[in-house]
């Protein structure tokens, strides 16, 4: 019995062997057959993701020069969400060829800026071309957009002692004999700085320059500012011009309504740390009391342990 | 085949965000400036700053620095920013339901999947009443039945309007959770799955991680995205602008399309609603109704059933008698 | 007439003494059976807790819906355990029943030892045992979690001097009479619980005056305890909790509990100790009627809190109202409506069900009862909540306890009996002082009922001779 039951292990043994031997051979075919595929950089299977490139030209408030971009790919769900870690090329035109400047990488919401310098190639009509554009990505497909603005200049003046608060913008720019010229109908946008973003100071924000180059607007007095001290930031944009990009320029003034300054952030309340007064003041009396007489049952008690000396 | 590629994808987000996160919280800017790139900082001439004990004044900007400040310590979490009402706006018009904003919540607070600190809901409040989709998140209310009932005040509400959780002070006890009328606070039952990039992240309850077993968790209004001039992640991922975010005191709030509004005006314009407005909790979140939605309403017919799958890896734990 | 010690029989006082103390002389094996299988379960229990101490809350079934389980329901069942010590001493004593005196001790006992582990129940929920110590450094005296640590540690400490206060003549008696018997530990042990006591009518009288005092302050507390732990509950928003009627509805529920309690504690240490002579039919029978009384009080709670928001039907009451008239919870609720509240009372109401097997079978059903009662109360409600459940985990939305939760649970049940076993082979069982006195009183009842009738007689002579003439 017992040797047949030896014979039987071993044959299973046996068999169990053979079977891995032909798992490891079929597994080294697959390995092998698959080798090439996997050393190829970017493998065929692995789908790009259609991408789509926006470029805008922002000129600061602080005559600064940049250009911003948003990189946007399609999802799974096939819809264009932000793409992250592209990698773009920034090319210049400068005398009819594209020069390769700088390049970025996109951010988690598949943004991306550079500030230009100051003095660009400029072309006959003092347009300057920037050009961005995804090469190579492993993730994305290529695209590329253009760009082609000019230079403005647009200026916010306001007097903080006027009380009708009259914002004025006045938008110029190079003309061929390098003196400033007024820009007319030009669309001026008037906003207020907020915390996360720019708010239109009215109803009727945008103004259209007129034959100075200048728009203007009277502040509504009902903006609350966000200190105490009525600060508002104003800042005048013309938006995505064709010919200008955005350019933005702001101004300060403390014409907003001060804020009301909480007097107590942390009054004594049910959801505060520190309980009300009266609330403690119960259980005081309450628990006090009960365990006051606790310690007089105690002392009763020692009195009890005492008196047996008497004895 | 399909899910297996979104899941190697939505790692590797994932992992790079939390590098990222990691980075941006080591360098954060003293007070509230708004500062989205180096080259602003230098220009503008005047910056309102905030100190961190709650005063306000105005600075030379060129005077301002960067340093590399230490996530807001407990104390500094508990007081919150001065001068801060946050306020949230959602509105149901524009929402799809396509969940992006609890995507990109729980890639930035490295939360596991069934942990949806900001959930869309299918509404249908009765038969007869359309159904809509219902973004929620914590409502941070101004009467917030959680914080009345913490034993410890590991949960706070602090000046600027947020309620957080401390998980180095929590014990566990979970009344917050009996006690949230919207089920929005979550535990953390089991050893917390996160790697390593997480845990060596300091604490503060301004993130909420590296979260810790035996802890409660919920959304938190990412006061340290707000602290580096930044909305939530639900508010800027949301790829429809339905979610809008800001401060009540500036009367503004913000959307992920970068449009910012007034707030009492978009309150006004869409008859803005507070969900279970009359149990008295004042949340932080409003509600625009969905009137004139731009998407075909979700089908109620098709009931979001319930993950076959069980939380966690506890199979023993799961096991029942 | 003047009735002196010499006027009772002293061969009773002696029956009395050494019935009470004969247990403690020697430790049977059954009993050792009984304490080894109680450690045995007690050390699961312990193994299963660090088992979930080391995996977290995790190990248990509840997750994020049910976040309160088995373990707080039998927290509040616990705590209502704890009612029974009260009612039967202090409500007894303040109403001078002099048959309470030989059940005072088990009641009391239950009371200490339900509370003991009714305060370590909520521990072992904590998702964090290691910061216990939090609620002290950082208490909110808002928090009703608060409030019950409050309650139930003044609860705790006044319930042990109220278990401890009649025992101090006792322990001097064991003093006395287990020389010899007893290890020389359990001398000390008896020795520096007697307080010194000697008998002196200067320390007789500081024990009635503490034993009055703790009386009437402990009949509140108990009172503010099971209050305070309906608060956890009825201080939230939800559905089913969020109800006006829930302190006295826990009130009435822990003493429904706890009566039935001082019964099962009655009949055991009846039955094991020998205690026929002393806990009589007549005690089955009286707190028979209290417990029927009791039961209707919490009867007539149950109306209250189920049948108001059922006629108004609001929204989140009626969903979950619906579950528990109607779905998932139906069959197990109108058992405990009708099965462990009506049908006792129906057996309760009638002489014959008030004798101690019936009543005792009553008894078990109603403990029983109150236990399922308070799983009804935390778990349906935590799975109706405000929002709907959706696309969760399938754990998430459903919920039973599993072996962790029972293991520990089953643990702490006998960590209750164990304490309860080794107090009684430690101490005596009945406050032999008390029942002596008690017999003094009834002796001087029935010499009272002599005299009255001897006069009565002599008078009914005087009358009909004075009619006579």
Known sequence: ?311 | MNNSNKKTTSRRDFLQKGLLAGTAITASVIGLKKVFSEEEMQSADKSIVFSPNGKVFTVDTNKLCEYTAPPPTNDGARIGIAGKKFVMVIDLAKCDGCKACTECCQAMHFTEPDKEWIKVFKMQDAETLIPYYFPKPCFHCDNPPCTKVCPVNATFKRQDGIVLIDNERCIGCRSCMAACPYSTRFFNWSHPVQSKEVTNIPYSPEHGFPRRMGTVEKCDFCPHMIRQGKMPTCVDGCPMGAIWFGDQNEDAVTNSEGITMRLSQLIEDNAAYRHLEDLGTEPRVYYLPPKNRKYPKPDMNEQPQLQKVKHGEMNMGNMQM | MEITEQQYNRNEVEVLRETSIRPLRQWGTKVKIWLAFLILVCGWGLFCFIYQLQHGLGATAMRNYVSWGLYIATFVFFIGISHSGTLVSGILRITKQPWRMPITRSAELMTFVSLLFGGIMPIIDLGRPDRLHHIVLFGRLQSPLIWDVICIGTYFVGSSMFLFLPMIPDMALCRDRLKGTASKFRLWIYEKLSLGWTGTPMQHKRLELTMTIMTIIIIPIAVSVHTVVAYIFAMTLRPGWDSTVFGPYFVAGALYSGSATVILAMAAFRKFYHLEKYITLKHFDLTGRIVLALTLIYAYMNLNEYWIPAYKMAVGEGRLLNDLFSGTYAKVFWILQFGTVLLPIIAMSFPAGRKPLPLIISCIIIVIGAWVKRYIIVVPTLLHPYMPIQEVPWDWAHYFPNWVEWSVTMGCFAGIFLVITLFAKLFPMMAIWEVEEGMKIEETRRLGMEIFKKNESEEAKVATTDGNK
């Open chain 1, 1 to 311: 019995m017992e040797t047949n039951n030896r014979i039987n292990v071993e044959r299973v043994e046996h068999k169990t062997s053979e079977k891995m031997k032909k798992t490891n051979f079929i597994l080294t075919a697959i390995l092998l057959i698959c080798l090439p595929f996997l050393l190829v950089k970017n493998p065929v299977w692995a789908q790009k993701k259609e991408s789509s490139l926006q470029l805008s030209f922002l000129k600061k408030a602080d005559q600064s020069k940049n250009i911003l971009l948003t990189v946007k790919a399609r999802n799974e769900a096939g819809k264009f969400a932000p793409a992250p870690n592209a990698s773009l090329s920034i090319f210049i035109k400068s005398n009819e060829e594209w020069l390769l400047i700088k390049t970025l990488i996109s951010d988690l919401g598949g943004k991306a800026s550079m500030k230009l310098a100051d003095d660009l190639p400029m072309d006959n009509e003092k347009y300057f071309s920037i050009m961005a554009k995804i090469e190579n990505d492993s993730r994305y497909e290529d695209a590329e957009e253009e760009l082609r603005v000019k230079e403005s200049r647009l200026t916010l003046l306001l007097d903080p002692t006027d009380t009708n608060r009259i914002l004025t913008a006045t938008v110029t720019q190079t003309g061929n004999d390098g003196e400033p010229m007024p820009v007319q109908e030009a669309e001026v946008k008037f906003y207020v700085e907020r915390l996360f973003g720019k708010m239109p100071v009215g109803e009727e924000f945008v103004v259209a320059t007129d034959a100075a180059g200048k728009a203007t607007y009277a502040l509504p007095k009902n903006i609350p500012s966000s200190d105490t001290l009525g600060n508002l930031t104003i800042v005048a944009v013309i938006e995505n011009n064709e010919t200008f990009g955005t350019v933005e320029s702001n101004a300060s003034a403390k014409w907003g309504v001060p804020l009301q300054w909480e007097k107590d952030p942390f009054p004594r309340a049910l959801w505060e740390p520190r309980a009300p007064p009266a609330m403690i003041l119960f259980f005081a009396i309450v628990f006090g009391g009960i365990w006051l007489t606790y310690f007089f049952v105690i002392f009763q008690l020692i009195k009890v342990h005492s008196e047996t000396k008497i004895k």
